[in-house]
């Protein structure tokens, strides 16, 4: 009986002891450690323009770029601005070379169940591009045509979703870049392109690209920053402070400057 009683008591100490460690391997230090480190690694497209791209003196610059800089700034840190391979997203940020993906990343159901969001910051949709002579004048037109989206992008998954339109069109081609694929437009090895709405009006108008947008969106989306799962208290933080940034002007004042006007949906 005695040594039963032992052996109960070493396995009980066991088990306290791993329960222990497993409740520090998951505690949530993501905040301090983000302090603690003075860094917060931003992951991003720099070709996303007005979200995040390279400007004429090869500095990287855009709408989310500013946002980042200012919560960065109230969290008391130094922003890195990491370009990523868009297509490889997930993987940067599981593997902790980001801290964030924060480059019009849309919020899909997915991807809410396998990060943590902050709440949307602003909205978007899916829609497709074309030449401004061509005869396609609705999704419908698209029919045996070939579309162009980013790699890795919720065009893609708007694109897929619609089956009707996906067994319609010719094909898909992915590329890296939504800049390639609208110079691929531009050149005719594609009918069509389709991309975030914000960044289409913005790269339409600053290029000057003899493109119009269909009118029918595919999907409307909202745009969120997304944290590792368990960082839900960076995450929070963050939320925090853009949502004082929304009422305290700066926010509205970002939006003004990159797009002309507030469009701005922290809080909402």
């Known amino acids: 009986m005695k040594a039963i009683k032992i052996i109960t008591a070493v396995l009980l100490a066991a088990t306290m002891t791993l329960t222990s460690c497993a409740k520090k391997s998951t505690a949530d230090n993501s905040?301090?450690?983000?302090k603690k480190a003075g860094t917060l690694v931003m992951g991003l497209d720099d070709s996303f323009?007005?979200?995040?791209?390279?400007?004429?003196?090869?500095?990287?610059?855009?709408?989310?770029?500013?946002?980042?800089?200012?919560?960065?700034?109230?969290?008391?840190?130094?922003?890195?601005?990491?370009?990523i391979?868009?297509?490889?997203?997930?993987?940067?940020?599981?593997?902790?070379?980001i801290d964030c993906i924060w480059s019009g990343f849309t919020m899909t159901k997915e991807r809410t169940e396998a990060m943590a969001f902050t709440g949307a910051?602003?909205?978007?949709?899916?829609?497709?591009?074309?030449?401004?002579?061509?005869?396609?004048?609705?999704?419908?037109?698209?029919?045996?045509?070939?579309?162009?989206?980013?790699?890795?992008?919720?065009?893609?998954?708007?694109?897929?979703?619609?089956?009707?339109?996906?067994?319609s069109i010719n094909g898909v081609v992915e590329f890296e870049e939504n800049l390639t694929a609208l110079n691929d437009l531009g050149i005719g090895?594609?009918?069509?392109?389709?991309?975030?709405?914000?960044?289409?009006?913005?790269?339409?108008?600053?290029?000057?690209?003899?493109?119009?947008i269909l009118e029918q969106g595919l999907a409307n989306e909202e745009y969120g920053v997304a944290f590792r799962k368990n960082d839900?208290?960076?995450?929070?933080?963050?939320?925090?402070?853009?949502?004082?940034?929304?009422?305290?002007?700066?926010?509205?004042?970002?939006?003004?400057?990159?797009?002309g006007r507030n469009i701005s949906v922290i809080g909402r």
């Open 232 to 259: 839900v208290k960076l995450r929070d933080e963050v939320q925090k402070i853009l949502e004082e940034m929304q009422k305290d002007g700066t926010a509205e004042s970002i939006s003004k400057q990159w797009f």
């Open 189 to 212: 090895n594609i009918d069509a392109v389709v991309m975030d709405l914000v960044v289409a009006e913005y790269t339409i108008k600053q290029a000057n690209y003899p493109y119009r």
């Open 121 to 167: 910051y602003l909205d978007n949709a899916q829609v497709a591009i074309v030449k401004n002579e061509s005869s396609i004048n609705s999704l419908q037109d698209l029919s045996g045509k070939t579309i162009g989206v980013q790699a890795g992008s919720s065009a893609w998954e708007a694109v897929s979703a619609d089956k009707n339109l996906l067994n």
């Open 85 to 97: 391979d868009w297509s490889t997203k997930e993987q940067e940020l599981n593997t902790k070379k």
């Open 31 to 34: 905040l301090e450690d983000i």
């Open 49 to 83: 323009p007005p979200m995040g791209f390279r400007d004429k003196n090869n500095e990287i610059v855009g709408y989310d770029v500013d946002l980042a800089k200012e919560v960065a700034k109230r969290l008391g840190v130094t922003l890195k601005l990491q370009p």
